[in-house]
């Protein structure tokens, strides 16, 4: 047997690269610690430069506080730090860092050199260190401020340069980083050049929506809505995209915990039922989130990186943020009529595109409903539907406009034996019925349920369905919240059912159809509140399978109506859209008549 070896305390020189193993992953990270002390230094401007996706130079300079001589010396002692002195302060922290060892970490892996002047003093101070090891200290002529160059990142620790990725894919993460920060802070001015390209120019002084026009330039604005909300001490505030402008995966969602950019997956919970029913499965909307609550209900020292934070009440911050988003995705209709300047003629919009207005602005004209995707020509001859609606030319529906996105509208039409033509006072409007119907209904029933107010429509004559095991499984799991729905459901025999009544608005749907697809959507036994709306929208759907195209006028405009009712009436609860609005300005356009 070997003998165990002596235990020993181990040399700071060790104890650094174990540390900087944990704060520094990558090169990325470097520029995370850098630019949270160059904010924390209370600087107005802040100066980035990469060189080979950050393995070879890591820069970055700051106008901030700066730092004397022997507080330069200090900076780079592992667990120096000015911003707290104990343990109580970390409670009520509003520095970026306050660990006291990304600086020590990072010069314990890189050719390191930090130069620094306060304002108030003659000279400034200049560092260099290797591998840890102090080389150089010596007065320097400098602005004001702090610079600190991180070059050869790992060159002593060849294992960990080995597993650097790509310059590419490098780089890419640096980008992430230094978008995040600058999305963070919009009143800080920020440069990145990299590989001696200016990649971004951000003035200071910007407001939110300056700063995310410059970062994001392509994102359709038109289907950004602002939020903005305050309970119990947590605010939330920032941009929600509608459920029309979505992708795949949740990489465009930005989550700020006071300020600092983090990991939120408590929050997706709440984004998800906030947009539950709009999105197609696996979809994820675009979020800027910037949270503001007591420093003291969230506890930011649970990872080395501080990406990570908890919240000591994370029920109060989900139910404030599913608000702020309810709100928010909820905004097209009231957002309209609250607009001081209401456009008489559709033609006196502003010219597309031609500059662009403050994003607050820009959005209150746009929150009208998802903008056309693409406009084919009408092919099918109009047809049109009952006799009894307006002429044209005079503004009918007098009041038909309350809670729509326009101020009047008429119904021509259809087209294709499927979709409904309006003339509104902005150009036209085409809906979908079968949509529109799905939206109402899904609305409809999750109301009813979770209000507790559900009507049953008993059966004529009930029926009785035979499932598979793991169907009537299932559906048993899930009987108690069903019945709450309004379904007249029992157990008849091993894995049998007798359905006597269905929910109102779900009556005329073929309840056998029905409760088989509920079934087989009730898979996990945790699952069964998510899963239970889940079968209510594929009950409506079905339920909706009605022939809508042969509906007379004023069914169509009683659906329309509920459709602008609902809470979120541009998308069917799988997320295709209910209404496309194509204006007389696009039209123009089109025609070449701008
Ligand atoms: P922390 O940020 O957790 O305190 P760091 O190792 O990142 O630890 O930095 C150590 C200390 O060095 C900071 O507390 C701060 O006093 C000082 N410092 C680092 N960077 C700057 C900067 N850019 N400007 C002014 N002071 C700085
Ligand atoms: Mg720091």
Redesign the pocket.
């Known amino acids: 047997m070997q003998k165990p070896r002596q235990i020993r305390v181990l040399p700071d020189h060790v104890i650094n690269k174990i540390a900087a193993g944990e704060v520094v992953e990558r090169p990325a990270a470097v520029l995370k610690?850098l630019l949270?002390?160059?904010l924390?230094?209370g600087g107005r401007w802040i100066d980035v430069i990469i060189n080979g996706g950050g393995r070879d130079l890591v820069s970055v300079s700051?106008d901030?506080?700066?730092?004397g001589r022997d507080?330069v010396l200090l900076?780079v002692e592992r667990h120096?730090?000015?911003?707290i002195t104990d343990l109580d302060d970390i409670e009520k922290i509003n520095t970026l860092?306050?660990?006291?060892?990304?600086?020590?970490a990072i010069a314990a892996v890189s050719r390191f050199r930090l130069y620094?002047r306060p304002a108030a003093e003659q000279a400034g101070t200049e560092m260099t260190i290797s591998a840890g090891k102090i080389q150089d200290l010596r007065d320097l002529g400098c602005p004001p401020g702090?610079t600190?160059e991180v070059r050869n990142l790992f060159f002593n620790v060849p294992a960990r340069r080995k597993f650097l990725r790509t310059p590419a894919t490098e780089s890419g993460h640096i980008r992430h980083t230094f978008l995040t920060t600058a999305l963070a802070r919009p009143e800080t001015g920020f440069n990145l050049t990299m590989d001696r390209r200016r990649i971004y120019s951000l003035p200071a002084g910007d407001t939110l929506e300056q700063r995310l026009r410059s970062l994001f330039p392509g994102l359709d604005y038109t289907n950004l809505r602002p939020l903005d909300l305050e309970r119990q001490g947590v605010s939330v505030s920032g941009y929600a995209s509608l459920p029309a402008l979505n992708r795949a995966d949740r990489s465009e969602q930005y989550f700020f915990i006071n300020g600092r950019p983090a990991a939120a997956p408590t929050l997706w919970a709440c984004v998800q039922a906030a947009y539950r029913g709009s999105l197609p499965a696996g979809r994820h909307p675009y979020l800027f989130l910037f949270i503001v609550l007591n420093p003291g209900a969230v506890d930011v020292n649970v990872h080395p990186t501080k990406r990570e934070v908890r919240f000591h009440d994370p029920r109060l911050l989900r139910d404030v943020c599913t608000e702020a988003l309810g709100r928010a995705l909820a905004q097209p209709g009231p957002a309209r009529a609250a607009d001081p300047t209401p456009s008489t003629p559709a033609t006196t919009h502003p010219p597309a595109a031609a500059s662009l207005p403050a994003l607050d602005h820009f959005l209150r004209a746009m929150s009208t409903p998802p903008p056309v995707r693409s406009a084919r020509p009408l092919s099918t001859p109009l047809s049109a539907i009952g006799g009894a609606h307006p002429c044209p030319g005079r503004p009918p529906e007098p009041s038909g406009a309350a809670g729509t996105p326009w101020n009047w509208y008429q119904i021509l039409g259809t087209i294709g034996g499927r979709f409904v033509v309006l003339e509104t006072d902005e150009g036209l409007a085409l809906l979908d019925p079968h949509a529109a119907h799905e939206r109402v209904l899904y609305e409809s029933l999750l109301r009813q349920y979770r209000e507790r107010t559900t009507a049953a429509q008993p059966l004529l004559s009930p029926i009785t369905v035979e499932l598979t095991p793991t169907d009537a499984g299932r559906l048993r799991r899930g009987l108690e919240a069903l019945r709450q729905m309004g379904f007249g459901l029992d157990e008849f025999g091993e894995d049998a059912f007798i359905i006597d009544a269905l929910p109102v608005g779900l009556e005329d749907s073929n309840p056998g159809t029905l409760v088989r697809e509920i079934a087989a959507l009730l898979d996990e036994p945790g699952a069964a509140r998510a899963t239970l709306e889940e079968g209510v929208v594929r009950a409506a759907c079905h339920a909706a399978v009605k022939a809508t195209h042969s509906l007379p006028t004023q069914q169509i405009d009683a659906l329309l109506k509920q459709l602008l009712a609902a809470e979120m009436p541009y998308t069917c609860p799988h997320g295709r859209p209910t209404l496309i609005n194509i204006t007389l300005q696009e039209l123009n356009r089109k025609f070449g008549r701008d």
């Open positions: 610690e949270e002390n160059a924390d230094a700051d901030g506080c700066g730092l507080e900076a120096a730090t000015s911003k860092g306050f660990r006291g060892e990304a600086l020590a620094s702090t600190v």
